[in-house]
């Protein structure tokens, strides 16, 4: 795999995930090998517990798994972003590193991009049977609810992790803390569809949520607002005549 340029590059953001990563990466490379070659971009995002130990050992025997580590945590979109920059393949999944995303629909979402043409910049993940607790749903809804009013992206979940999009449309988008969480308003901005695609929540296998308080409204506001702003400011490239 390592000779050829990849179908599919997975990114993984990591903090603090050395019970869960194992397990999810067995099941991204099950899910994955009918569309191989593919790569594994693991990025662990300043980690305190023993999770760059287990993925150096995991990376003896898988040559498509890529490592990176910073120095200091960047959240979530700062992970993606550097996941980004090392990826090959000319589509980019994305998924959580606790394990409630099911890597299973990873395949057919690929598929979905794939057969959807370049018309469509991203299909997104959107959960079913969350297994959060009450009060973490309630505050989901309420975010998920206003944020569609006021963008008007037509996506019920934006918050999951399961994403697949085209590497090219990715750095199209403007780049700010929280981006993965607005990325169907801004496809769109782009001019390009967005499928939507519902997959099953699991519960977290291990550990504590280190992301996703973002989804809390009063944190996430002026992001709102910001994206708001450049949709309303958007302006077609102008054509050349020749």
Sequence with gaps: MTDTVPNVSVIIP????????????????????????FEIIAINDASTDTTAQVLN??????????????QKSAGQSGAIRSGARAANAPIIATLDGDGQNNPAFLKDMVSLLETSGRETGLVQGQRVGRKDTGFKRWQSRTANRI???????????????LKVFWREVYWQLPYFDALHRFMPALVRREGLAVKTFDVIDRPRHSGVSNYGFFDRLWVGILDLLGVWWLIRRRKKPPQLVN
Aim: charged share 25%; aromatic share 2%; proline share 6%.
């Design 147 to 161: 944020r569609s009013s006021v963008l008007k992206d037509e996506t019920r979940d934006t918050g999951c992790g």
């Design 14 to 37: 990591l903090k603090n995930e050395e019970g869960n990563i194992g397990p999810l990466i067995s099941e991204i490379e099950a899910a994955l090998s009918s569309h191989a070659p």
């Design 57 to 70: 050992s995991l990376q003896a025997s898988k040559p498509w798994l890529k490592i990176l580590t910073h």
